[in-house]
Structures are given as C-alpha cells and as structure tokens.
C-alpha cells in the first residue's frame, strides 16, 4: 500500500495546523504568553493505513489528535475529512461527522463512566449517532463484545470491575459501536504492562483488518509503533521534523532528532547496537520556542544557518520528507 500512497486520495488532510494555549495572566498589565503546542503542521491520512505520530513528551502529539477532533478549537489551518472542513462545521454537523471518527484514550478507567454498565455505554454510544434500530442493537453489542475478546455477561458489568487491559478492549469496543472509518489511538497502550500492550496491538491490527479501519496512532514508544505502523511522523516542538514509511524511517532516519530517538530504543542482542546519541539539554519551552530550526539548541551539527532559518519540510527520497537544512550531508 505506502508504494502508491501518492497516487491515493488522502482520508484525512491536515493543512497548517496549529493550536496555541493563551495562558492566564499573572499581573494586569503583563502581556498574555502564549504555549504554541502545535504550530502548523501539514499531513496525510490515507484510508486502511496506520500512521504514528511520535515524539518526547511536550512535542505535540496528542494535542494534535484533540484538534483534529475538536476537542480543542484549532487556533488555524485547516483539517479535510472526505474533502470537508471540520473545523468550518456547525456542532450539528460536526456531531454526525463524530461517528466516522473515534478515539481510543490512554487511560481506559477515566475514559469510561464508572457510573454506566457496559451495555448502557454501547447502547449510548450507537443511539446519539443512529446506529441500527434499537431493535437490533443487542446483537451488534454482543458481536462486539466478540470482536474485541470479552464475554456477552461482561455487558451488565460497571467499569471498576475490569483489570486495565479489559478496560482498554471496552473502549475499542466503544470506538467500534458507531462503525468509524478513523480510530485515533492516543497513547492507546502506554498505561498497560507489557505482555497486554502486546495482546491489544494485536487485536487493533486484526480489527483494522475486519473492519477496514485508519488509524493515527500516537506514541512515545517506538517499539511499539515499529509493530503496528504503515508510516511514521515524528514531531519535535510542535513540528514536523520527520515522516516516512515505517522501514524507511527505521532503517534509514535522515534527521539528527530521529536517529536519536532511534538509538535508544532497547535491543536484546547487544552486537546489533548502534552508537548511543545522547541528547544535550532540555527541551526548549514552547512558551518561547528557538529561532530557526527548533531543535538547533541540542543537535550537534547545528550552524548559524539553523539558528537564523527554518528548515522547510521536503521529500528527499520516495514517502520520505524531513526538515533539515543538512539532512543529505548527513544521510552520506
């Protein structure tokens, strides 16, 4: 599929997108900072792929999902759906565009009314978007309930009565009952252990697969995202600074900050470890983001160059773009 995704028509476009945080005023008089937690951005989605968005803490990731939602108003840009707006939307149009998009949240117990069974959850969610006569609906949730691994008597039970990982397959379960053609993953498996994380990427890979699902799948692990992935976006500060089919970002990453992020991820076979990079300093605020190339304050091959100009991104190779003034020195 990614050899020809520049002759597919994106599901999703995201034009310039930014969403800035005015911060509350300490003293009268003083001037309102603003937190630029994203500050356009420009992607596609294509139909039946699972695209990752990676990064440290603090770059923008799932502040990026929860605009594209509208969960958060963007500040500006633009975000197309089938060719739509939705950030032109009215609430009402917005409401029936709901269904064709979901989300799956990191923290599966706060995501879930701990006051509503299952059923009473499943049942809500496909009645606000229509979904089946009502008369219908106990069969679908039992199908659900299938698909995504758990017992039909599961249905009459309350939120507080799952281990996480069962959480985590009810808000799957969730996300599924209004038929989405979208599942934004926000950190969908950090909070589980290991050997579940592993249990849940499979069964979102086979849903994917059932029910010819996209995903936008957002991470900080990069082994994770190395399992599941078709391409991968990597964010620095708000930015873009990286995007590229999963096997070329891995085997082959062109930007300084991606390689370092690469060089740690934990390998058992300690012959096939590369050179650790090792980051110097902290991650600017975005409070007050650096001139130029936003990560020129930690990369060791930084110029005046970086300092002064922002790097366009651009493809330098087929599916593969990156933001780098030296991004071909370095790749030789």
């Known amino acids: 599929m990614n ?12 034009t310039e997108l930014k969403q800035h945080f005015a911060l509350k005023k300490e003293v009268i008089f003083q001037q309102r ?30 502040t990026t999902g929860r605009s594209i939602l509208r969960l ?7 975000v197309l759906f089938k060719g739509e707006s939705l950030p032109k939307m009215s609430k009402k149009e917005l409401r029936n565009v709901r269904g064709d998009i979901q989300v799956i949240f990191q923290d599966p117990y706060a995501s879930l009314n701990p006051r509503r069974t299952i059923r009473q959850m499943l049942e ?7 979904v089946l006569p009502p008369n219908e609906r106990e069969g679908r949730m039992l199908e659900l309930m299938q ?8 249905l009459e039970r309350y939120p507080h009565e799952f281990s996480g990982g069962q959480r985590q397959r009810i808000g799957i379960a969730r996300a599924l009952a209004v038929n989405p053609e979208i599942i934004i993953c926000d950190e969908a498996v950090s909070a589980l252990d290991v050997s579940i994380q592993a249990q ?43 995007i590229a089919d999963k096997s ?59 300092r002064q100009e922002e790097p366009a991104l651009l493809g330098l190779e087929k599916n593969h ?3 780098c003034h030296y991004a071909k020195e370095l790749s030789s």
């Not at 958060?72 to 633009?78: F, I, K, M, Q």
């Not at 698909?147 to 599961?154: A, S």
Request: net charge negative; aromatic share 6%; with cysteine.
């Open 3 to 14: 050899n020809v995704l520049v002759e597919k028509k994106p599901l999703l476009q995201v």
């Open 72 to 78: 958060d108003e963007p500040t500006d840009g633009d």
């Open 147 to 154: 698909h995504v691994g758990l017992r039909p008597e599961y």
């Open 321 to 323: 773009s990156v933001a």
């Open 200 to 242: 849940i990427l499979n069964l979102l890979k086979k849903l994917q697969k059932d029910f010819d699902l996209t995903f936008l799948f957002i991470s900080h692990d990069l082994s994770v995202v190395r399992h599941i992935s078709d391409r991968v976006m990597v964010m620095y500060l708000g930015k873009i600074v990286e």
């Open 33 to 62: 900072q603003v937190v630029k937690a994203v500050d356009g951005i420009t992607f596609d989605l294509y139909a039946g792929e699972t695209l990752s968005i990676v990064g440290e803490s603090g770059c923008g990731k799932s």
């Open 124 to 130: 809500e969610a496909m009645a606000i978007q229509k």
């Open 248 to 306: 070329a970002l891995f085997d082959n990453p062109l930007h300084p900050y991606t390689k370092a992020l690469l060089s740690a991820i934990p390998v058992t076979d300690q012959t096939k470890r590369g050179e650790r990079i090792i980051l110097k300093g902290d991650v600017p605020s975005p409070l007050n983001p650096p001139t130029g190339c936003r990560f020129h304050t930690r990369c060791p091959f930084a110029t005046d160059l970086c």
